[in-house]
């Protein structure tokens, strides 16, 4: 199983970019999925998460910007970046906490899809 993540780019501030991120595979099941980031020279830090019953965390960075939704018949998660400022500036990672089949849950998490605020 893997997650495969796409939608970063360059934005102007106060644009608005939406990331996307599939689960692939032989998937028994999904709990939480997300996103984290990480800027240059900085922690990662917690972006949203949201669970299979729709249920939100966001980090205090993001709130009110920042919308996270995800389909669960289509195995995926999406994130709605709007208001965008440079300091939102990062390698923006999926991550999802599912089971193969046959195998316990685990965190798996996707390649990164970088975004760039700059004007």
């Known amino acids: 199983v893997q997650l495969q993540a796409s939608g970063g780019g360059t934005v102007q501030p106060g644009g608005s970019l939406r990331l996307s991120c599939t689960a692939l595979g032989n998937i028994e099941s999904i709990n939480g999925m997300g996103w984290y980031r990480q800027a240059a020279g900085k922690q990662q830090e917690l972006v949203a998460m949201i669970t299979s019953y729709h249920i939100t965390n966001y980090g205090e960075a993001v709130k009110g910007r920042f919308t996270i939704s995800r389909d669960n018949y289509a195995n995926a998660v999406y994130l709605q970046m709007n208001n965008l400022k440079p300091e939102d500036t990062a390698m923006y990672y999926c991550?999802?906490?599912?089971?193969?089949?046959?195998?316990?849950?685990?965190?798996?998490w996707g390649q990164g899809t970088q975004v760039t605020v700059s004007s």
């Open positions: 991550v999802a906490d599912m089971a193969a089949r046959g195998q316990v849950s685990a965190p798996y």
